[in-house]
């Protein structure tokens, strides 16, 4: 067909005909708003629940941080819509998210969006079976934003609200794309978090480990600040994560060694704070000897950025290793086709994938992620959310009146301390990156 390219939809596997942007991350015909076959039958999925004659219909609203997104999916897994506004440009001005600029910016995006999303799925407010919203854990001030909204939206429509916890939709968000059966091992690792667990149910979680202080994405994006990456003119749009990951590229991460955080605790959680201190102790040192300017860069930008990649990448894949080990010792995981999900921000990041791939080989697991497009923060994944919980009919509230958001929000039940006194051994893996 002159004027189109034939493309592999990531979401439907079909072959559309549909125009796609050469450039971007949307390589999926969902932003045309439709799929050319239903997820469910690319997938054998069942269809939907049979006491529907349609299948139900979510709207899903995502404000915890800086992203605005809404989508509407349905009970398939189709995508009928979707739209984001990211604040990224504005926040990376600021050297980092300020909560009321955050809060502002949701304010006056989140009509315009969730009116994006409802126009690209060809449905009116009217056809909802139920509103998804994240509600926790994220910024209060942004919370809010969507929480108020989506409230106004429930009473003017009279549809269920369904409170939604954010990083319970990063985990879920591959069930989207693929068919993967509880339970298997989940590793969230975003900009506000980082955590190891067990996903054993939609809403039932064993949390095996989490940063101790903070996650890797906040740490990619403070040390991407030290090096002044927003002034280098191939990185100047880029979140700190992307922009580290795109300069490692060329540079060599042996001519810095950074030590490993928590080598001596035999647990599975995180610690990245120390690591930065040490990189920024670098960056500092080697500042005043090329004797630079603020904003400027360091003529071995690329090998520290690479050495802090390998680093973090490592110490997350230690701490999954262990995470592994224990699912696999006491029996948590099933003994064949046990899944590693891992999504969030930070999961977009090829190197981090290539080295847990090397775990997963050397475990027996399957290694499964999200499209970076669907890692970080957006609306389809609270609407998939909201169609996971819909379906196992689980807290779908037909009067939220009282409802809060609540900025901390631990996920599932904690069993670190199993985990601590199993003292597992982590032995040593040869990367093969
Ligand atoms: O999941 P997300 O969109 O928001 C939170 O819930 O935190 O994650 C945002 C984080 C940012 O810290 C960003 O720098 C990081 O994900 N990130 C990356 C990459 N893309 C985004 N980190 C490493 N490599 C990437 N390619
Ligand atoms: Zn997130």
Known sequence: MPGYWFKTCFLCRATC????????????????????????????????HSEHSSPRLVLGIETSCDDTGAAVVDETGKILGEALHSQKEVHLKTGGIIPVIAQQLHREH????????????????????????????????????????????????????????????????????????????????SGGH????????????????ESLDESPGETFDKVARSLSLINHPECSSM?????LEHIAQQGDRRNFSLTLPMSQNIDCNFSFSGLRSHANGIIIKKGREEGLKKGQILSCVADIAAAVQHTVAFHIVKRTHRAILFCQQEGFLPQNDASLVVSGGVASNQYIRRCLKNVTNATGLALRCPPPRLCTDNGIMIAWNGIERLRAGLEVLHSPKGIRYEPKAPLGTDISDQVRKAAIKVPRLKLNI
């Open 194 to 209: 980082c955590l190891l667990a067990i996903a054993r149910g939609v809403s039932d979680f064993l949390l095996l480990g």
């Open 110 to 189: 989140i009509d315009r969006v969730v009116n994006e999303a409802l126009r690209a799925s060809r449905i009116t407010a009217h056809e909802l079976s139920a509103i998804a919203t994240t509600v926790k854990p994220g910024l209060s001030l942004s919370l809010g934003v969507g929480l108020d909204y989506s409230l106004k939206l429930v009473e003017l429509y009279e549809k269920p609200f369904i409170p939604i916890h954010h990083m319970e939709a990063h985990a879920l968000t591959v069930r989207l794309m693929e068919p993967v059966d509880f339970p298997f091992l989940v590793l969230l690792i």
């Open 239 to 243: 979140s700190g994560g992307q922009a």
């Open 17 to 48: 005909s549909l125009k796609f942007p050469v450039q971007g991350i949307v390589t999926s015909c969902f932003s045309k708003s439709q799929h050319l076959i239903p997820l469910s039958a690319a997938l054998g999925k069942p269809a939907y």
